[in-house]
């Protein structure tokens, strides 16, 4: 049989039909822009391997979420990088933490902006590593220690939520953390405030830019401990199930791109909200293509965004969202 016009193309046809058709339709309100947040006054200063993100001080911030806001983004996900590192990572949890500020500041400005705030250690520690160090009886190997990091961390959730914060997303990876930190919260009278539970975070390559934004390369070893092998996908499910018995209330997938048949699994298997996270070598790969003029950065960074969506992400935390808004927006 030879069609003139074959059934699949007659939906193609026009543009009006395109836009009747279509199953995945990209909004600002999927997207959430990470914000990385630094002390002192004055600073906002460019991260070199993530040309268009900064570093701000709190007194340059309120610029930022300005661009935000005009956008039409309803969040952001905030992110430390503090002046005081130690073995405990303490300027994580004090009340005048640089996070702590911050939320302060950006709930000051914008109220209805829901603020997320990432729970870890790694940007907090002189080691880097996401948890605190102890030094095995037997072998004398240096360790994380589960427990211990499960305290100090359930201490940085509660001081965030007591700053102001709408959602906590702890991205720590030890093992009980969403359930340490939801009894932490509910003790400490914030029951309301969700956790979006980073639950499926690879040891992964793609985060090389951020460790250099946020100064949390760890000093020795790697993550592959707590993180989890990128060749694994059914051990995702076994993680995001201990997370939504803990009291987790989003999910997440991280990184994206290398991992949408992860995300469409949990999407399949959970009916919890999943949200993924485009991390900072997706951003970059893309801007350095993007700049020597190889791709057309625009419409790269839609099909990306809209590929997620499509393979299950209701959230996307992305280092292109305001741009990716403004050309929604037809900006
Ligand atoms: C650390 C953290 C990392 C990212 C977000 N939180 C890095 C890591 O695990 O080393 C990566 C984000 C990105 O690459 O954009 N808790």
């Known amino acids: 049989m030879n069609f003139p016009v074959t059934r699949l193309r007659r939906l193609r046809r026009t543009p009006a039909l395109r836009n009747m058709m279509r199953e995945t339709v990209l909004t600002a309100h999927d997207l959430i822009y990470p914000i990385f947040v630094t002390h002192g006054s004055g600073i906002k200063e460019e991260i070199p391997s993530m040309p268009g993100i900064h570093h701000f001080s709190i007194d340059r911030l309120k610029e930022e979420i300005d661009a935000v806001v005009k956008a039409g983004l309803q969040s952001v996900l905030l992110f430390g990088v503090p002046e005081h590192k130690d ?33 870890c250690l790694c940007q907090f520690t002189s080691h880097g590593h996401c948890g605190v160090i102890e030094h095995n009886p037997l072998s004398g190997a240096a360790e994380i220690a589960n427990d211990p990091s499960l305290e100090l961390l359930v201490r940085t959730a509660v001081s965030q939520a007591a700053a102001g914060a709408d959602i906590i997303a702890p991205s720590n990876m030890m093992d009980g953390f969403v359930y340490a930190i939801r009894t932490g919260l509910d003790q400490a009278g914030f029951e309301q405030i969700p956790i979006m539970s980073y639950a499926v975070k690879y040891a992964s390559a793609f985060y090389g830019p951020f460790r250099d934004a946020a100064h949390s390369t760890p000093q020795f070893g790697d993550r592959k401990t707590y993180q ?85 992400a209701d959230l996307i935390i992305t280092y292109h969202a305001i741009d990716a808004a403004n050309w929604l927006q037809g900006n």
Do not use: C
Request: no cysteine; proline share 3%.
């Open 87 to 119: 073995e405990a990572g303490t300027s994580a949890y004090a009340e005048d933490g640089i996070v702590q500020q911050a939320i302060k500041a950006v709930k000051a400005w914008a109220p209805e902006l829901v603020v997320i705030a990432d729970t």
């Open 228 to 312: 989890m092998d990128p060749a694994n996908a059914r051990e995702a499910l076994r993680e995001a199930d201990a997370d939504v018995a803990e009291g987790a209330d989003m999910l997440m997938v991280k990184p994206a791109l290398a991992y949408l048949d992860v995300l469409r699994l949990l999407k399949e298997s959970f009916d919890l909200p999943v949200a993924a996270y485009n991390v900072s070598a997706e951003y970059s790969m893309v801007k350095a293509a993007a700049a020597n003029g190889w791709i057309d950065e625009r419409a790269i960074v839609l099909e990306t965004l809209t590929g997620m969506k499509r393979a299950g």
